[in-house]
């Protein structure tokens, strides 16, 4: 803890030029990745994780858990995110950067199924890498937006849990960048309506709208806030093509109506979908964004359990 509080920020307000010429070099010093642990074995090369952890041994460090995008359909553990938890590793955290099953050859709702695994994976397992499995917060952009989304509003839903549904699947906080918060088309936006019927439909669950409402509401983030839904920090781009704002602005409307939560919203001016993909002036203050919010949290979860603590 002291070490975490002690460190500076890693992340500048400006973004050195090198790093512009040559995005592509992310790797932060004092950072050990131990590559390609099964948490899904049956599922071979798509139920393999990375560990990121501090080359110093950590204890009872806070976890971070990252979800790739890409559709639901393309994408692995080491094409995103990649900056974001070097940085955090560099302070003391733990990451985890998961692959999951990809549709059409793994239907929704395959991938939350996975991702909850992940998270029951982490339960039982960060310690042995250092990390605290009491706190486990979770990011991810795109589809990985939508699938932090969905996992943080659905702790220990059994329909998601096949075969463990007594994990503790719970978040502490969870921070999606230009999700899709309205699988349904429930919000009556018209290109939500688009993307069910032209894309989920027929490409990520396999069934239609008319043949299966139940699957595409119940992975609709909008439509499973609860009173019980953790904290959030929701970023999205003002000028999102693919997922229009809107979806974002309904949906943190939605989660400080309903929940008890804490809700942070940043909406980025001119910001188009998956502006943090490559390393640029945006991607360094959004990394610093997520950074100092994680930290803020983390410190204040500390806090009230080492209160409650001493009042046993």
């Known amino acids: 803890a002291e070490r975490l509080d002690a460190l500076p920020t890693p992340a500048e307000l400006r973004t050195p030029w ?7 070099r992310m790797r932060a010093t004092g950072v050990v990745v131990e590559k390609d642990i ?65 549709a059409p050859r793994d239907p929704f709702p395959a991938q939350i199924i996975d991702v909850k695994r992940a998270i029951a994976w982490i339960r039982e397992h960060i310690e042995e890498y250092g990390g605290d499995p009491d706190y486990v917060a979770i990011t991810g952009g795109s589809a990985g937006g939508h699938l932090t989304a969905l996992a943080a509003v659905t ?9 463990f549904e007594d994990a503790d699947t719970s978040v502490a906080v969870a921070v999606p960048h230009y999700g899709v918060y309205d699988f349904a088309g429930s919000t009556g936006l018209r290109k939500a309506e688009l993307m069910r019927d032209t894309f989920l439909a027929p490409r990520i669950v396999k069934r239609t709208w008319a043949e299966a409402p139940e699957v595409f509401e119940a992975g609709t983030p909008l439509l499973r806030i609860t009173e019980e839904a953790p904290d959030f920090f929701v970023l999205h781009g003002a000028h999102d093509t693919l997922v229009p704002v ?14 008890g939560a804490t809700v942070v919203y940043a909406e980025l001016p001119g910001a188009q979908h998956a502006f943090d ?9 959004v990394v610093r964004a997520i950074d100092r919010y994680l930290h803020w949290h983390w410190n204040g979860w500390r806090l009230e359990r080492e209160a409650q603590s001493s009042t046993t």
């Open 38 to 102: 099964p948490y899904a074995p049956e599922h071979g090369k798509r139920g393999l994780l990375d560990v990121y952890r501090p080359a110093e041994p950590a204890e009872n460090a806070p976890v971070l858990l990252q979800v790739h995008g890409g559709g639901w359909t393309i994408g692995t553990k080491d094409q995103q995110g990649i900056p974001l938890m070097q940085h955090l590793a560099a302070k003391g955290w733990v990451c985890v950067a998961i692959n999951y099953r990809l």
């Open 18 to 24: 090198r790093r512009l010429v040559n995005p592509f």
């Open 277 to 285: 993909v490559f390393p640029s002036i945006r991607s360094a203050h």
């Open 246 to 259: 809107q979806q974002a602005r309904l949906f943190v409307e939605r989660l400080r109506e309903i929940s």
């Open 155 to 163: 702790p220990n839903d059994p329909a998601y849990q096949p075969g």
